[in-house]
T-cell receptor
Framework: GAGVSQSPSNKVTEKGKDVELRCDPI?????LYWYRQSLGQGLEFLIY????????KSGLPSDRFSAERTGGSVSTLTIQRTQQEDSAVYLC????????????FGSGTRLTVV | GQSLEQPSEVTAVEGAIVQINCTYQ??????LSWYQQHDGGAPTFLSY????GLEETGRFSSFLSRSDSYGYLLLQELQMKDSASYFC????????????FGTGTQLKVEL
């Protein structure tokens, strides 16, 4: 697509429920990144994909968080047993390859856990 | 640890020039990037410094001094639409293929 698309744009869920966040990167971009941004804060790295592989998962905060990427394209970030501290904007970005400094971000999914 | 520090907030008037600083403590990185994020929007790439010195892109310029562990973004002829958050970011050597972002600066442009 022309840009990075994320869905849903907003998600309200009850504590303890599982949620899935979707990211559709720019066509042909091999690198995909997930970041988390709490209100008024910076961008916290979660995970990086190169193709379908995730060579860097160092930012995932707990084993409740997982992500996958299929077909070198769409990625889903899954949060199990959501907690209130998971409330944040989850941003996805893609870039054309390794060593990039130009990321194209999606508009994010605002997750609210109540 | 690796950290990039920025002032949390800067206020300036329309038409003025403003400088947003980024100071870092890191053992090594490939270059310094700058991103802009409007409220509720996606961060967008502004500028990149691979080497020390000044890079100019229209009203925006960015500067890097590795010896001083310091960089800045300079915005000239400020417009109301420049009100946004600005983040510096680096790809750390040995840190994999990801950008590490600074703490962010909220710029408010006033009339």
């Amino acid at each position: 697509g022309a840009g990075v698309s994320q869905s849903p744009s907003n998600k309200v869920t009850e504590k303890g429920k599982d949620v899935e966040l979707r990211c559709d990167p720019i066509s042909g971009h091999t690198a995909l990144y997930w970041y988390r941004q709490s209100l008024g804060q910076g961008l916290e790295f979660l995970i990086y994909f190169q193709g379908n592989s995730a060579p860097d998962k160092s930012g995932l905060p707990s084993d409740r968080f997982s992500a996958e990427r299929t077909g070198g394209s769409v990625s889903t970030l899954t949060i199990q047993r959501t907690q209130q501290e998971d409330s944040a904007v989850y941003l996805c970005a893609s870039s054309s390859g390794t060593g990039d400094y130009v990321y194209t971000f999606g508009s994010g999914t605002r997750l609210t856990v109540v | 640890g690796q950290s990039l520090e920025q002032p949390s907030e800067v206020t300036a008037v329309e038409g003025a020039i403003v400088q947003i600083n980024c100071t870092y403590q890191t053992s090594g990185f490939y270059g310094l990037s700058w991103y802009q994020q409007h409220d509720g929007g996606a961060p967008t790439f502004l500028s990149y410094n691979a080497l020390d010195g000044l890079e100019e892109t229209g009203r925006f310029s960015s500067f890097l001094s590795r010896s001083d562990s310091y960089g800045y973004l300079l915005l000239q002829e400020l417009q109301m639409k420049d009100s946004a958050s600005y983040f510096c970011a680096v790809r750390l050597t040995g840190g994999g293929n990801k950008l590490t972002f600074g703490t962010g600066t909220q710029l408010k442009v006033e009339l």
